[in-house]
């Protein structure tokens, strides 16, 4: 129907001149409006998309499912490389739009009417709040595409000029005070600012919490001393906590370290019986520690940690007493992860782009897996767990290439395929509005649509 009337239109040019180019003109607008129409439609669906996590089937977030480009071997010629030939960063910022459109409805019915257009929403939704979206969605009405940007960028501008100078005044209000009282009691008082008040509250209720776990079980007596109210719990976590700072050491070493595996060996058994803890070993044969004391695990998850730890082997006697305790190795040497890191520069999962990763093992050493190149690669932590707690697996093959399967035995593609279903017709939308040549005075709209 649309290229009847493009035709028709073209036609009549020659034949009725300016009238003609009008109508043509006219008809540009409308599949214009009619376009806007369908990118809400669009968005629509995108957030739908999400909010079912379709895309999580090895994708970061839905905008790396919308981009699917190839992150390590090419394709066969021929092959799809994108899934909607869209940039990353614009795969982000529609479904940054289409999730902030479901709070602004005045916002949703003007591009779902065709009256805005994308750029316009894209820019509007910076800022835009269920408060102030009648005044931008007018705004946005009335002036074009570029006016709307300016305008949300000196906007943005004078917010962070704003939260600037509030931060600047939280910092130079904040301050903590401490003096002992008549009765003798130590008495705290201060104001913090909001990211370390967090941090405080964040460990103060850990601390409570840790102290009623640890007197939950004691019957609690009708005497008004054998009674604890939650503010004094409070002051009991406080005290939990100083005395936590004052003995453990601040400079825990490196994250290389973060876990170790520590193998409690019988030492009148060959030390090759030895070599890992496994899922059915009992806790004196494999146990797995981590920090400072033993903490129970999963035997999937114990074996993640183990894939990329510090090993030490402790030796004990018929009567458990320890004998001796082995110098502490990596289970990765810091040769071969070199390599590793020089050969997989990153997450092979597909479809994923994670730098910080983990060595993990092909074969588990548990399972006599050799600690080799060829044993080896490099995915994120998601990945890592995905891979073990998560039911996914990989297979290397003669090749060097790799192949990820999902729990039902699915493989996971590289690039996935692109999407073969029919295009939906366009709803019907209205006739743009047209902007009439008043310049844009930046500085009077701020001042305007920011009045509260």
């Not at 146990?287 to 940690?305: F, H, I, K, W």
């Not at 994923?352 to 060829?374: F, I, K, Q, Y």
Request: glycine share 8%; aromatic share 4%; net charge neutral.
């Amino acid at each position: 129907m649309l290229d009847t009337a493009r035709d028709h239109a073209l036609t009549s040019t020659s034949v009725h001149g300016s009238d003609a180019t009008h109508e043509l003109g006219e008809a540009i607008a409308e599949l214009a409006a009619r376009l806007h129409a369908a990118t809400y439609e669009l968005l629509v669906m995108l957030r739908e998309f999400d909010a079912r996590s379709c895309w999580n089937n090895g994708f970061l977030s839905c905008a790396y499912w919308l981009h699917s480009t190839p992150t390590r071997t090419p394709r066969a010629s021929g092959a799809p490389a994108w899934r909607t030939s869209i940039d990353l960063g614009a795969c982000r910022e529609k479904v940054r739009v289409a999730k902030a459109l479901a709070t602004l409805p005045l916002t949703s019915a003007a591009m779902q009417q065709g009256a805005i257009s994308y750029a316009k929403v894209r820019a509007v939704t910076r800022v835009a709040t269920p408060g102030n979206e009648r005044r931008l969605v007018d705004l946005a009405l009335a002036g074009t595409a570029s006016q709307v940007e300016r305008f949300v960028r000196a906007w943005r501008r004078v917010d962070r000029a704003q939260a600037a100078t509030q931060a600047t005044a939280q910092h130079l209000g904040r301050h903590l005070s401490t003096w002992v009282d008549d009765d003798g009691m130590v008495v705290i008082r201060g104001r913090l600012t909001p990211e370390i008040g967090a941090v405080v509250q964040r460990a103060l209720e850990a601390a409570a919490d840790h102290l009623f776990r640890a007197t939950s079980g004691a019957p609690a007596g009708p005497a008004l001393c054998e009674q604890v109210t939650a503010g004094q719990r409070r002051a009991d976590a406080l005290g939990l906590l100083a005395e936590a700072a004052l003995t453990a050491d601040l400079d825990r070493g490196s994250s290389g370290d973060r876990y170790q595996v520590v193998l409690h060996v019988d030492a009148d058994e060959p030390r090759a019986t030895h070599a890992a803890p496994t899922a059915t070993s009992t806790p004196f044969d494999g146990v797995l520690e981590t920090d400072s004391g033993a903490t129970y695990v999963s035997a999937e998850t114990s074996r993640r940690l183990a894939c990329d730890a510090s090993v030490i082997e402790m030796r004990h006697d018929a009567t458990g007493a320890v004998l001796d305790v082995g110098r502490k190795t990596r289970t990765v040497p810091s040769s071969i992860r070199r390599a590793l890191i020089a050969r997989d520069r990153g997450c092979r999962f597909p479809g994923c782009t994670a730098r910080r990763c983990d060595a993990h093992h092909v074969n588990h050493w548990a399972d006599g897996g050799a600690t080799s190149l060829e044993n080896l690669l490099l995915v994120c932590r998601r990945h890592h767990r995905a891979l073990h707690e998560g039911g996914f697996s990989v297979v290397r093959h003669e090749d060097g290439t790799v192949t990820f399967c999902r729990p039902n035995g699915g493989v996971v593609q590289e690039v996935p395929d692109v999407a073969r279903t029919p295009l939906l017709p366009l709803p019907p939308a209205g006739r743009l509005p047209v902007w009439d040549g008043t310049p844009l005075n930046l500085a009077w709209a701020i001042d305007v649509l920011r009045r509260p």
